[in-house]
T-cell receptor
Framework: DQQVKQNSPSLSVQEGRISILNCDYT??????FLWYKKYPAEGPTFLIS?????DKNEDGRFTVFLNKSAKHLSLHIVPSQPGDSAVYFC???????????FGTGTRLQVTL | DAGVTQSPTHLIKTRGQHVTLRCSPI?????VSWYQQVLGQGPQFIFQ???????GRGNFPDRFSARQFPNYSSELNVNALLLGDSALYLC?????????????FGPGTRLTVL
């Protein structure tokens, strides 16, 4: 049972444009959401997070939006840079446990 | 400051053998979690330890076990290896357990079971 879903395995975006990565979840107990970026041969790197009491969180070029009623969140990267090319994982957890539940990832390629 | 370190980087074993993977958390972090990432999937939670006690366990068989030492480093042990255990094993550390404390991942150990 995949509780966190990333339905787009890959995404290609031109440099300078906006990248939008999507994530859906089914477990209504999730109340905290995170995005991690992963390069080959490295572990996932924390990018940005959002609590369920908010609908938006911004950090530089990265913004995460949360729509609780739709159980959907998205990561916006503006402007996209070639160094952003990586696999992006959406993850969720409940406030009482540190167990991260990950999606299957979306491979982002930023082209020149 | 050094990040999370894991050893070995790569490991090749045969079916039926056992394996021990090691993790050193970020200095000051007291919680260590283990995840398994199979090719094409996201990481799956295996265990979390805090102050040497198990605080969470994922849906993995009893062949998987772990422990945390007084210096907060950790070992993951897998017995009677199966082909399906081939995966990237990730260790993550955080300051404490529970709640929204950010988990920082190491580079992982790539285990291949032949």
């Amino acid at each position: 049972d995949q509780q966190v879903k990333q339905n787009s395995p890959s995404l290609s975006v031109q440099e300078g444009r906006i990248s939008i990565l999507n994530c859906d979840y089914t477990n209504s107990m999730f109340d905290y959401f995170l995005w991690y970026k992963k390069y080959p041969a490295e572990g996932p790197t924390f990018l940005i997070s959002i609590s369920s009491i908010k609908d938006k969180n911004e950090d530089g070029r990265f913004t995460v939006f949360l729509n609780k009623s739709a159980k959907h969140l998205s990561l916006h990267i503006v402007p996209s840079q070639p160094g952003d090319s990586a696999v992006y994982f959406c993850a969720a957890l409940t406030g009482t446990a540190s167990k991260l539940t990950f999606g299957t990832g979306t491979r982002l390629q930023v082209t020149l | 400051d050094a990040g999370v370190t894991q050893s070995p980087t790569h490991l090749i074993k045969t079916r039926g053998q056992h394996v021990t993977l090691r993790c050193s958390p970020i200095s000051g972090h007291k919680s260590v979690s283990w995840y398994q990432q199979v090719l094409g999937q996201g990481p799956q939670f295996i265990f979390q330890y805090y102050e040497k006690e198990e605080r969470g366990r994922g849906n993995f068989p009893d062949r998987f076990s772990a422990r945390q030492f007084p210096n907060y480093s950790s070992e993951l042990n897998v017995n009677a290896l199966l082909l399906g255990d081939s995966a990237l094993y990730l260790c993550a550390s955080s300051l404490w357990w529970g709640g929204t404390d950010t988990q920082y991942f190491g580079p992982g150990t790539r285990l291949t079971v032949l």
